[in-house]
């Protein structure tokens, strides 16, 4: 066996247990050619996490733009209709090409199958067409920014979007056609979670991401083709002043809003309840200790889910809602807290007499809890009518929507990456750095957006391109945090691609995990598994021993491979 | 087709021919009830008759064209929760349109006609 | 390549159709059923949105919805719906066909289904041609129009005549010309050099007359039951049918935005005819493949998944027909 000089020292390149060069995913076929034209669900899922990390790239210089022209009062950079254009790119490309596919895309497709010992998901095809649908939904937003962008803010209002000479076709053209991207997976899941469970995994015997993806998968399918014909009437107005949404020939702006944030609101459920699958994983395994109230977690999933759907008015209490609507989503917007207040006390339960290794995929899951937990408990001011009419349309919003989608989701995906990525890659990254990088992370992540909290309340509007001299030394302050975050985020670009090319060989089960894809070789063949593997508790550690050798978990109930 | 081992046969089975020449009656039937129905005014009734009839039909088509009364009852929740998300969505909006419509109902929302 | 062991399937036994990720066909038939059925609801969803908007505009703007539908042609939308539902009836024959080996009988219904969907888009575009050519379309486009060749009283397409009457009106004379005075005045009435008055956004006189006159706020719209009791009128109790109708064959008393309801009108009809050509291509393609035997007993899944494609489209007819055609 060949060695050499890695960043831990020397390791032999191949370890043992690893799985050898010769047949794995990776390399089962060559070209171009053979990764589009793919039908293998794994290589899908790189597929979609170059794409969606590219997209987060962009959106993520977007706004470091639009931080570094907020430093001081007045114009730094751009002038205040490019601005306006920046915060629209900004959140539609992180929203519609980042974060919706996000994890079930990236990490789900890969990992989804493998978890249930099965050779793919239901509709390979329908996979594959999801993706060409993100690219193509990709293309027309380009082509959109070609044609002189947008500037109407991600949530594409009326009367604004219908009247401003923008080029909000082409953007809302491509968001219609990521929204089928969107659909075709979350229909793909259904399937095949319903139907590819091996024998003796009853829906109870699921690993908690399975549960995850499925509550999201249900929102993808029932939600987003009501953004579908939202999208298609606001170009229909457009294109031929069909004027339902125009006031002057009778019609009503605010049922625009009433049919945007009925996707739009279980959208950010889509956005959260994989991450919270990720944590589940994390959690347990990282603590040694097998998931606390393992029911409840996956029942609250599926509740996250229902009660999404009944609160989409809670963005409209500024807008003109009548006022027995508004207490009733008020009403039902703080019950849906319910289900994810009982999610993180079984987390913190799990942990409680646990054995916590802080490796890099748990010290992301630890930030998700503080993160997470800030986020959500900010959420109820704004789901308190009176608090809410002085917080709408502020920072404090920007600030609470960036703790969880953010400090929520982007977290746990990075955990969850940090977690899969010897799995996905055959890989070790460095550990050492990547605990460095969350912390920056972290770190910066709290400096940027917590001093939003203070800065909204305080009344600094969001989306504005100017503000008054009070506010500067937060937006200075917030600007910095963003700095030092973005550094964050380079280190653990910066280790993570080196890791492909010089990391030291993955064992197949690094982290003495039992979900079954941590049964195969890192990284998998083409087909998944060698041996069908069987069914059991995937929060059952016990069978699990380190070897230093090949510094990996090893079954006891099974010969070496 | 030649036919293969039983395990490999699809599942299927078969509706019989006469129920769906019933069924189409029927259909038939009730389109005529429900042009019919507009002979008669009701008054706030009529879009009620109207649905009702048409809600029949579309239960006859499901079950039967579709297949749902001999199919797993999932696939009939399926369509079941996207027509309950539908009244839901609907529910709120017109409840939400009738309230801040000054116009709808004579005398309502006196704030909004105090705006300066 | 790993070795394959028994657990996994060897490659001879598998017939050609069932796909290499499931066990049995059994699985894959009822996997696909599942997966078409959420797709459906996908469906239900995207309509939904526009009856959202239906139920909306008629809740707030009931007299928009009741002048406008007149202009639509009830037997041809009733000729539709019978269509629709014996092409739904021809396409679960096909399928049961196909289940039962009876490939030429099966080929024939889904031909016989295409042709329903043909009837269906010729009668569609009968109608849109008309409404074309009479100047009823959405929004700003919204110009009805009158005299001795544009017809627009209701009716005329039943009668289906090129040439057409020219409304008659039922109330007193004197009222007539008070009315014809103000109309000539109201947006989209033709004015007297025959050009259409331009869309202003003054208050409408005649709609504050009425209003002053029942001590109401000045409103947007005319509540139907209110033109029953019009000021200016003959004496004595008046048939609300013979208002009504007289209502709709004087443009000058149509209510303002009936746009709304032709918009509606096309978003609605158009999405579900989009749906009927989609549902026609999916048609095609599964009888080509029919014709070439590829379908039989034992694996009829796309004949099936197709029907309950169509049999969708169905369903949203079945209630577009009332919602629109038969508003009373």
């Known amino acids: 066996m060949s060695t050499s000089e890695t960043l831990t020292g020397s390791r032999p390149l191949r370890a043992p247990g690893a799985g050898h060069e010769s047949d794995n995913y990776l390399n089962h076929s060559k070209g171009i050619l053979s990764w589009i034209f793919t039908l293998d669900h794994k290589r899908i899922g790189v597929l979609y996490l170059v794409s969606i990390l590219s997209s987060f790239f962009v959106a993520g210089m977007l706004a470091m733009l639009i931080r570094t022209e907020l430093l001081f009062p007045g114009r730094q950079l751009v002038s205040p209709d490019a601005y306006n254009q920046l915060f629209t790119l ?61 500037d109407t803010g991600w949530t594409f209002y009326t009367p604004y979007s219908t009247t401003t000479s923008t080029a909000v076709v082409s953007m809302v053209s491509g968001v219609f056609i990521l929204g089928f991207s969107s659909i075709f997976t979350g229909l793909n899941f259904i399937v095949t979670i319903h139907k590819l469970r091996p024998k003796g995994m009853t829906w109870f015997r699921m690993p908690l991401m399975l549960w995850a993806l499925y509550a999201t998968a249900l929102i993808q399918v029932l939600a987003t083709p009501v953004l579908g014909i939202t999208l298609l009437l606001l170009i229909m107005e457009r294109v031929m002043g069909i004027g339902i949404f125009d006031s002057r020939l009778g019609g009503d702006p605010v049922l625009f809003q009433h049919f945007f944030w009925f996707y739009s609101h279980p959208a950010v459920y889509i956005m959260i309840l994989p991450a919270m699958g990720v944590i589940s994983e994390l959690i347990s395994v990282f603590s040694r200790k097998h998931i606390f109230g393992y029911r409840f977690i996956a029942f609250s999933s599926v509740a996250i889910a229902a009660f999404g759907f009944l609160v989409w008015g809670h963005h409209m209490f500024t807008s003109g809602q009548s006022d027995l609507i508004t207490v009733i989503f008020s009403a039902l917007t703080f019950s849906v807290s319910i289900p994810s207040a009982i999610k993180v006390f079984n987390w913190l339960a799990t942990m409680y007499k646990g054995r916590i290794q802080l490796d890099t995929p748990m010290v992301y899951a630890l930030s998700f809890i503080v993160l997470f937990s800030i986020g959500g408990l900010t959420g109820l001011f704004l789901g308190a009518l009176a608090t809410d009419v002085h917080l709408h349309d502020t920072y404090f919003v920007v600030a609470h929507f960036h703790y969880v989608m953010f400090g929520g989701t982007v977290i746990a995906f990075l955990g969850g990456l940090h977690y899969w990525w010897p799995k996905m890659t055959g890989r070790m990254y460095n550990e050492s750095l990547g605990r460095v990088a969350a912390l920056l992370i972290f770190l910066g992540f709290n400096v940027t957006f917590f001093t939003q909290f203070v800065m909204g309340s ?14 500067t030394i937060y937006h200075q302050i917030s600007t910095l945090g963003s700095y030092l975050m973005a550094i964050g985020f380079f280190l653990c670009g910066a280790y993570l691609v080196h890791s492909l090319y010089r990391g030291e060989a993955a064992p197949a089960n690094p982290w003495g995990a039992n979900s079954l894809e941590w049964h195969t070789p890192s990284p998998p063949p083409h087909d998944n598994f060698e041996h069908t593997p069987e069914a059991g508790d995937p929060y059952d550690f016990t069978d699990w021993t380190y070897d230093p050798a090949i510094r990996g978990y090893v079954a006891k109930s099974r010969t070496s491979h | ?39 008669f005014d009701l008054g706030k009734l009529n879009i009620y008759v109207a649905m009702v009839i048409a809600g029949v039909k579309a239960t006859l088509v499901a079950l039967y064209f579709m297949h749902l ?48 | 390549m790993a070795e394959r062991t028994v657990e996994n399937h060897g490659h001879g036994e598998h017939p050609s159709y069932l796909q290499h990720h499931f066990d049995t066909a059994e699985q894959q038939f009822t996997s696909g059923k599942l997966g078409m059925w959420l797709f459906l609801a996908t469906e239900v969803l995207l309509f939904a949105g526009l009856f959202c908007a239906y139920a909306v505009y008629r809740g707030s703007h009931p007299e928009i919805f009741i002048y406008a539908h007149h202009f639509l042609d009830k037997n041809l939308g009733a000729l539709n719906t019978v269509i629709l539902l014996s092409s739904s009836l021809t396409m679960a024959w096909a399928v049961r066909a196909a289940q039962l080996d009876q490939r030429k009988l099966s080929a024939a219904l889904l031909a016989l289904t295409l042709l329903g969907g ?47 009457q020219a409304p008659a009106p039922v109330v007193d004379p004197h009222a007539a010309e008070a009315q014809a005075a103000v109309a000539a005045t109201r947006p989209g009435a033709i004015g007297p050099d025959g050009v259409p008055v331009p869309r202003t956004f003054a208050p409408d006189p005649v709609v504050q007359s009425q209003a002053a006159a029942l001590d109401l706020p000045a409103s947007l719209s005319v509540e139907p039951s209110l033109i029953k009791i019009a000021p200016a009128g003959p004496e004595g109790v008046v048939q609300p049918e013979t208002i009504k109708d007289s209502l709709i064959r004087d443009p000058a008393a149509a209510p303002k935005n009936v746009h709304i309801f ?13 749906h009927v050509v989609l549902g026609m291509g999916a048609i095609a393609w599964v009888l080509r493949k029919t014709v070439r035997g590829e379908f039989g007993s034992a694996y009829y899944t796309p004949v099936d998944l197709v029907g309950l494609y169509w049999h969708l489209v169905d369903l949203i007819w079945i209630f577009l027909f009332p919602l629109l055609y038969l508003i009373h």
């Open chain 3, 118 to 164: 043909c009837g269906f888009l010729s009668v569609k575009y009968v109608e849109y041609s008309h409404k074309i050519r009479d100047g009823l379309l959405w929004g700003t486009k919204y110009a009805p129009a009158h005299g001795a060749h544009g017809a627009t009283a209701p009716g005329h397409e039943a009668a289906g005549q090129a040439a057409h």
């Open chain 2, 69 to 116: 009364r001999w199919d797993r009852p999932f696939n009939g929740l399926v369509l079941l929760v996207s027509l309950i998300l539908l009244v839901l969505f609907l529910g709120f909006a017109m409840r939400d349109g009738k309230a801040y419509d000054p116009s709808r109902i004579p005398g309502y929302a006196p704030g909004i006609q105090r705006a300066p």
């Open chain 1, 458 to 471: 305080h009344g600094m509007p969001r989306r504005y391109f100017d503000y008054l001299p009070q506010f």
């Open chain 2, 1 to 39: 087709m030649a036919s293969h081992a039983s395990h490999d046969h699809a599942s299927g089975h078969v509706v019989p021919l006469w129920l769906l020449f019933a069924v189409l009656g029927v259909l038939l039937a009730l389109t005529w009830m429900t042009v019919a129905a507009t002979w």
């Open chain 3, 262 to 274: 032709f918009g509606i009108y096309y978003l609605m009809t158009g999405l579900h005819g989009i």
């Open chain 1, 90 to 150: 900004h959140g539609a490309i992180m929203i519609f090409l980042f974060i919706i596919p996000g994890i079930p895309a990236a990490l789900g497709n890969f990992v989804l199958p493998l978890m249930l010992g099965a050779k793919d998901v239901a509709f390979p095809r329908l996979n594959l067409l999801s993706w060409w649908l993100w690219l193509s939904g990709a293309f027309l937003a380009v082509v959109s920014i070609l044609l002189g962008s947008v």
